[in-house]
């Protein structure tokens, strides 16, 4: 159905451009769109290899690997000197657990490409996880060579070591790290644990001291310390270890379940028991916790709870005979005779006959203080999904949950936010919304254009744009279709290019979109909203242009001279796109979102000054505009006014940005 809407279209237009149109889709994460356009390229000229890759790419970001798989096959078919296509496949078969076929295309990509680093982070990674621990470190070692000084990669050597079970060369490695930069806590805390495996308690403990003096924000650090504190009668350092590592993990199991026996021998029975409490909230199947629970509430004179938790534990131990030994106390306590008898009789009879098995169950449910085992992710190089700017997924960087699914309640400092830029405000049909912002999205100038129903549907000014459905995109095509009979009959009317401008615009056909809004304000100077489209849509032509050079994972010098041609052509559009919204400025004085996208251009020119006075201009029209507030506080952090820019982001977070508190967080 949908092919039959674009045929008109594409019948216009040549296969070239369309696969512009389509990369231009998927740069801008509008998947489903960009997919019908590489079909249409496909259906027309099934011999190219492009149209399958990118159409990989994009299947890559809606999670249908086994799609991608198929269509980077394609690809290399048709063309087996596109690295690209291997780079794609190769990441594909790293989602589908395939590492040794994910290493060899990325070395077939690396024959293209040698000087590549993150396709050597990508090999690397792919024959980790295959177990082909020796071809990773060579890598590692040719890494090194590239960068000498990424002292990260010392500790990447070590964790691989270690997954050789070679200690010796582990610790190495850690060394190395360590001499290389004596301020990494990551090295500090690596080598600790190899002290602490070797019972080496003195070692570990100035290692991990070390490593959080160095502001280590990894719990197993604070664990691991408080058991060596716990070793040495350190008590009190030991419950400030645990406690420092539940505010850093606040799931952390191990954390609790360590506080829990410490505080339990320390007598303070009720706090144990709360601690205890929460493994299982957790973990209900944790027997350990379930029956130190149950051994303090005997404690507390808690009988029927203890009852309770014993009997759960024999309904999965059923020859624990601790648990019916105290069942029989508890209901003594209770003075219920019969059921105290029941239950002795029943340790008796398991006495008799099962002694080894009564033994095993002691054994494994002694309770003991567990070690951290995982040492820390390294946060100076990633080892995965490292693709490009098409192929990168959700990545994690020190992330805390909250406790809540939803992540604007509870303590949302805790969740972490990359360090990036509100983006830049557009008219458009459809936008997310966001109860909590109080930015006003009201202005007289679309309010009165909405009521005079000339397009297809009411005007929105948003930061906050969504992908279109099929059954959008179906739409939209076909709407483009109707406006265009329309024009061939009249060529003189500005607001029927302007609203085609937009359908183009959401099918991502920037060029046709710059076109028409070109006549639109040929035909009426004063037309305001078509200046504000206009500026929108050529620099996302430009940012499209600039990062589809970059990223191509092209590594020559015909690319960089292309891109340095392209730089000077970039520095005439942007100023085309600063003369539309100053324009815009002209005719609205107080349209204030023309001064917050001025503002980010500038930023992104690092012209911070500037984008500050004009970030202030939109705050003055809008004392709400939280999304000002928020770009305006990290350009005041960028240049190194942070107590202007901490209550930037106080005042963002107050009208609705609660992302902002993560980010006052860790600036403070």
Same mark, same amino acid.
């Given at each position: 159905?949908?092919?039959?809407?674009?045929?008109?279209?594409?019948?216009?237009?040549?296969?070239?451009?369309?696969?512009?149109?389509?990369?231009?889709?998927?740069?801008?994460?509008?998947?489903?769109?960009?997919?019908?356009?590489?079909?249409?390229?496909?259906?027309?000229?099934?011999?190219?290899?492009?149209?399958?890759?990118?159409?990989?790419?994009?299947?890559?970001?809606?999670?249908?690997?086994?799609?991608?798989?198929?269509?980077?096959?394609?690809?290399?078919?048709?063309?087996?000197?596109?690295?690209?296509?291997?780079?794609?496949?190769?990441?594909?078969?790293?989602?589908?657990?395939?590492?040794?076929?994910?290493?060899?295309?990325?070395?077939?990509?690396?024959?293209?490409?040698?000087?590549?680093?993150?396709?050597?982070?990508?090999?690397?990674?792919?024959?980790?996880?295959?177990?082909?621990?020796?071809?990773?470190?060579?890598?590692?070692?040719?890494?090194?060579?590239?960068?000498?000084?990424?002292?990260?990669?010392?500790?990447?050597?070590?964790?691989?070591?270690?997954?050789?079970?070679?200690?010796?060369?582990?610790?190495?490695?850690?060394?190395?790290?360590?001499?290389?930069?004596?301020?990494?806590?990551?090295?500090?805390?690596?080598?600790?644990?190899?002290?602490?495996?070797?019972?080496?308690?003195?070692?570990?403990?100035?290692?991990?001291?070390?490593?959080?003096?160095?502001?280590?924000?990894?719990?197993?650090?604070?664990?691991?310390?408080?058991?060596?504190?716990?070793?040495?009668?350190?008590?009190?350092?030991?419950?400030?270890?645990?406690?420092?590592?539940? #505010?850093?993990?606040?799931?952390? !199991? %191990?954390?609790?379940?360590?506080? +829990? *026996?410490?505080?339990?021998? =320390?007598?303070? &029975?009720?706090?144990?028991?709360?601690?205890?409490?929460?493994?299982?909230?957790?973990?209900?199947?944790?027997?350990?916790?379930?029956?130190? #629970?149950?051994?303090?509430?005997? !404690? %507390?004179?808690?009988?029927?709870? +203890? *009852?309770?938790?014993?009997? =759960?534990?024999? &309904?999965?131990?059923?020859?624990?005979?601790?648990?019916?030994?105290?069942?029989?106390?508890?209901?003594?306590?209770?003075?219920?005779?019969?059921?105290?008898?029941?239950?002795?009789?029943?340790?008796?009879?398991?006495?008799?006959?099962?002694?080894?098995?009564?033994?095993?169950?002691?054994?494994?449910?002694?309770?003991?203080?567990?070690?951290?085992?995982?040492?820390?992710?390294?946060?100076?190089?990633?080892?995965?999904?490292?693709?490009?700017?098409?192929?990168?997924?959700?990545?994690?960087?020190?992330?805390?949950?909250?406790?809540?699914?939803?992540?604007?309640?509870?303590?949302?400092?805790?969740?972490?936010?990359?360090?990036?830029?509100?983006?830049?405000?557009?008219?458009?049909?459809?936008?997310?919304?966001?109860?909590?912002?109080?930015?006003?999205?009201?202005?007289?100038?679309?309010?009165?254009?909405?009521?005079?129903?000339?397009?297809?549907?009411?005007?929105?000014?948003?930061?906050?744009?969504?992908?279109?459905?099929?059954?959008?995109?179906?739409?939209?095509?076909?709407?483009?279709?109707?406006?265009?009979?329309?024009?061939?009959?009249?060529?003189?009317?500005?607001?029927?290019?302007?609203?085609?401008?937009?359908?183009?615009?959401?099918?991502?056909?920037?060029?046709?979109?710059?076109?028409?809004?070109?006549?639109?304000?040929?035909?009426?100077?004063?037309?305001?909203?078509?200046?504000?489209?206009?500026?929108?849509?050529?620099?996302?032509?430009?940012?499209?242009?600039?990062?589809?050079?970059?990223?191509?994972?092209?590594?020559?010098?015909?690319?960089?001279?292309?891109?340095?041609?392209?730089?000077?052509?970039?520095?005439?559009?942007?100023?085309?796109?600063?003369?539309?919204?100053?324009?815009?400025?002209?005719?609205?004085?107080?349209?204030?979102?023309?001064?917050?996208?001025?503002?980010?251009?500038?930023?992104?020119?690092?012209?911070?000054?500037?984008?500050?006075?004009?970030?202030?201009?939109?705050?003055?029209?809008?004392?709400?505009?939280?999304?000002?507030?928020?770009?305006?506080?990290?350009?005041?952090?960028?240049?190194?006014?942070?107590?202007?820019?901490?209550?930037?982001?106080?005042?963002?977070?107050?009208?609705?940005?609660?992302?902002?508190?993560?980010?006052?967080?860790?600036?403070?």
């Amino acid at each position: 159905m949908l092919f039959f809407q674009l045929g008109l279209l594409f019948a216009q237009l040549n296969t070239d451009r369309i696969l512009t149109i389509g990369r231009n889709a998927l740069y801008f994460e509008d998947y489903v769109l960009s997919i019908q356009y590489f079909n249409q390229v496909i259906k027309i000229k099934p011999f190219l290899a492009e149209p399958y890759m990118y159409r990989a790419i994009a299947k890559i970001q809606l999670g249908d690997y086994e799609g991608a798989e198929v269509d980077g096959t394609e690809a290399i078919t048709r063309n087996p000197f596109l690295p690209q296509a291997f780079y794609a496949r190769g990441f594909t078969r790293m989602k589908l657990e395939k590492y040794k076929d994910a290493a060899q295309d990325f070395t077939k990509a690396l024959e293209f490409s040698p000087g590549s680093q993150h396709l050597l982070v990508s090999r690397i990674d792919a024959n980790e996880r295959s177990g082909n621990y020796e071809d990773a470190l060579k890598d590692i070692d040719t890494y090194i060579k590239l960068n000498p000084k990424n002292t990260g990669l010392w500790y990447e050597k070590g964790r691989i070591y270690l997954s050789m079970n070679d200690t010796v060369a582990a610790e190495n490695s850690f060394n190395q790290l360590i001499n290389s930069d004596t301020t990494a806590y990551i090295g500090w805390s690596a080598r600790a644990l190899l002290k602490l495996q070797r019972k080496d308690l003195e070692g570990a403990y100035t290692d991990y001291s070390k490593s959080i003096a160095l502001k280590s924000n990894y719990f197993g650090d604070y664990i691991n310390r408080g058991i060596i504190n716990v070793e040495q009668k350190r008590y009190m350092e030991a419950l400030t270890d645990y406690d420092q590592a539940i #505010k850093l993990e606040p799931n952390s !199991k %191990l954390a609790y379940f360590n506080r +829990a *026996i410490l505080r339990s021998n =320390l007598g303070d &029975n009720n706090n144990a028991l709360s601690d205890f409490e929460q493994v299982l909230k957790m973990d209900s199947a944790n027997m350990e916790a379930r029956y130190s #629970k149950a051994l303090l509430e005997m !404690k %507390l004179r808690h009988y029927r709870n +203890a *009852i309770s938790d014993f009997k =759960l534990i024999l &309904n999965k131990h059923p020859y624990f005979l601790p648990a019916y030994w105290g069942i029989a106390e508890a209901y003594d306590a209770q003075n219920n005779i019969k059921e105290s008898f029941r239950y002795r009789q029943k340790a008796q009879d398991i006495e008799k006959n099962k002694d080894k098995i009564r033994e095993k169950i002691q054994e494994d449910l002694n309770a003991k203080n567990m070690i951290a085992e995982d040492i820390p992710e390294n946060n100076n190089k990633r080892r995965t999904d490292v693709f490009n700017r098409y192929a990168t997924q959700n990545i994690n960087d020190n992330e805390s949950e909250s406790k809540y699914n939803n992540q604007k309640r509870g303590a949302v400092q805790k969740n972490f936010v990359d360090v990036v830029n509100e983006k830049n405000f557009v008219l458009t049909y459809y936008s997310k919304t966001d109860a909590l912002r109080q930015t006003n999205l009201y202005h007289p100038e679309i309010e009165t254009y909405n009521r005079r129903k000339l397009l297809s549907t009411d005007l929105k000014v948003t930061c906050s744009e969504i992908p279109l459905t099929n059954e959008l995109i179906d739409k939209h095509f076909k709407t483009i279709n109707q406006i265009s009979s329309k024009i061939n009959v009249n060529t003189n009317d500005a607001d029927i290019y302007f609203h085609r401008a937009l359908e183009f615009a959401l099918v991502q056909d920037f060029e046709n979109a710059i076109e028409d809004l070109n006549r639109a304000i040929a035909l009426r100077s004063d037309f305001m909203l078509a200046y504000f489209t206009r500026a929108n849509i050529r620099f996302k032509y430009i940012d499209y242009m600039k990062n589809s050079l970059r990223e191509t994972g092209l590594e020559t010098l015909e690319l960089k001279d292309r891109y340095a041609a392209f730089e000077k052509e970039k520095k005439f559009d942007v100023e085309l796109v600063m003369r539309d919204l100053e324009k815009v400025n002209d005719l609205q004085p107080d349209f204030s979102f023309a001064y917050y996208n001025k503002a980010n251009i500038l930023t992104s020119q690092q012209d911070f000054r500037t984008a500050i006075y004009n970030y202030s201009k939109a705050i003055e029209i809008d004392r709400d505009f939280a999304e000002a507030y928020f770009n305006r506080g990290l350009t005041y952090l960028y240049i190194g006014e942070d107590a202007k820019g901490l209550a930037d982001l106080s005042k963002a977070g107050e009208l609705g940005i609660y992302q902002a508190y993560n980010l006052i967080q860790r600036f403070k």
